[in-house]
């Protein structure tokens, strides 16, 4: 089991550290992690609070996994322009199809499943990870995955 999780937080590490040139270890954080959500999902505020929960629980991960030498710092959660309810900022250069990581609809090979994009082989940096919004706010998924916040980066490669 202990096998399994550091794993899993070391999955956290690599693929925050390979996702894009964005995203920089700056004082033992990491900086620049972009995650946009589709403009096709229905507003639902939960999802931003589901993000940030998520977020800190795997930070917490990633400290102690990397026996406190990492963490995860600024993140920028993209909103549709199309939701009204919540007061948010401007994107200045960030875009959905730039993002790291991508909530959308599920995908019709992997449903509900993280998973990442990428086109070489694992451990070439990924495209982006694709989570759902169900993975997000359906707290059944722990059964499956354990954590979110610890293991929801631990995914399978697709091509």
């Known amino acids: 089991m202990i096998s399994y999780l550091l794993i899993t937080f070391l ?3 690599t693929c925050a550290q390979s996702l894009s040139s964005s995203v920089k270890l700056v004082d033992n954080k990491y900086e620049g992690l972009v995650i946009g959500i589709n403009p096709k999902l ?10 940030r929960q998520i977020m800190s629980d ?4 990633l ?10 710092g600024e993140i920028t959660i993209l909103v549709p322009k ?9 994107a ?8 790291d990581i ?3 609809h599920a995908n019709p090979k992997y449903g509900d ?3 990442t994009m990428q086109y070489g082989e694992c451990g070439v940096p990924a495209e982006y990870i694709h989570i759902t919004r169900d993975f997000i706010l359906n707290d059944d998924v722990v059964a499956n995955y354990g954590p979110k916040g610890g293991n929801y980066m631990s995914l399978q490669c697709a091509s």
């Open 11 to 13: 999955s956290i590490f």
């Open 42 to 51: 229905p507003e639902d505020p939960d999802i931003i609070e589901g993000i």
């Open 113 to 115: 499943s993280p998973y």
């Open 92 to 99: 200045l250069n960030e875009t959905y199809d730039d993002a």
């Open 63 to 72: 400290w102690k996994a990397t026996n406190n030498r990492a963490s995860f």
């Open 58 to 61: 795997a930070s917490k991960v």
């Open 102 to 104: 991508l909530v959308a």
């Open 82 to 90: 199309t939701w009204t309810a919540g007061s948010y900022y401007a």
